[in-house]
């Protein structure tokens, strides 16, 4: 029971850090849009694309007419600058991050012309400079999965003293060479870039002029033409054309919307929200324990199986308000880690499902295959008792090893 509990620290614990890391996404997202004094108003004496700047008021008017505020897509693209709030260093941070992603965006562009293959190439070769951390992370956790009946075990033995268990523990993991979080990094790693690639796709395919932020020449207008769209100011002439197929990759794409009255909140349903979900409730099926091992009943397990069904739903819920070019880098991200997944650890436990298990899934063998973790040189001390370990006595020898064996061993002479 004690190590269920311990395993089951382990998996809160890399369950929580993509929660966490949501929230500050969140935050990050919100500090990343760009803020405008609500007195910067668009003039409307020289036109709808024309903006201009805040001039003070002598005296009040008595009735003024409300003017149009300015979109964030009006204003040029610029690094930005931190802060006195936490939230402007946060974005000042994350500007160099975004500066590499939206050359490299519009290099694909260039050389491609379309939007959507731009966004799809970039997230390729994303994926492909990282193949090496997110090996390690899945090898990381197949190991775990591998060692867990020693581990089970090893906290057997100090059944009923806490402490002496957690130091067995962390002797078990050292002396097999595996760290209960290092599958953690990869994973905090992806999300966090969820927060550039969001600004890359909603600001740089929505400004006017974002040559401020490219170091490849960009030919945009000269000044943004700004037209009320749905009751909001919107930015028409952005200098990177955004559609492709027939969609607009920089803003939302739904094509419902459920009121919620009960929260005062309209749901969007998107087509990309839903295959993503999809896909990514597939990459985490495959990385839990396969049910055919006998471990199908272990709560932990369980656990895991229900959890690994709410990112998915969270995706759902941000289709009606995050930008389509953002799920389709999602969507081939996730492709390529099933990909990778399948050539590491195999379909994991992804089958059966509702009761199909394919024959291909069956007794299938990965590509390259996780072994267990082969225990190393122990050390001197039991770090459970904090005494040192007895030694081994040498090997007994066995009176026969000492006793020459007899044969034609005797002296020959010359015969007489």
Sequence with gaps: MTARRHIGRVLRKQLLVPFAASIVVALAIAACTPQFSPDTTVDPSLGASAVTSPSPAPTPSPAPSAAPTIPPAAVPLAPAQPGADPLSTLAWLFTPIFWLLFNMLVFFDTLTGNIAIAIVLLTLTIRLVMVPIYR????????????????????????????????AQQEFYKERGVHPASGCLPLVLSLFLLLPMYTVISQGLTNYDPSGMSIIPLECDPAPVIETVNGEQVVTNPCLDPYAFGVNWSVKEVFAEVPIPMVGFTLGLSFLAILSALLQLVASRMTLPSSRDGRSDDPNTRTQRQMVLFLPLISIVYGGFLPAGLFLYW?????????QQYLIIGWGGMFPIFGWDPPFAQNHSPRFPVA?????RPSDTDAATGTPRPVPPPPRTEPSATIRPRGRSRRRGRRR
């Design 331 to 339: 969507i081939f991200s996730t492709l390529f880690s099933i990909g």
């Design 372 to 376: 267990l973790p082969a225990a190393k």
């Design 136 to 167: 390690r992370q899945l090898v990381s956790q197949k190991q775990l999965q591998l060692i867990q009946p020693e581990l089970r075990e090893v906290t057997r033995r100090y059944k009923g003293d806490r402490q002496k268990q957690m130091a």
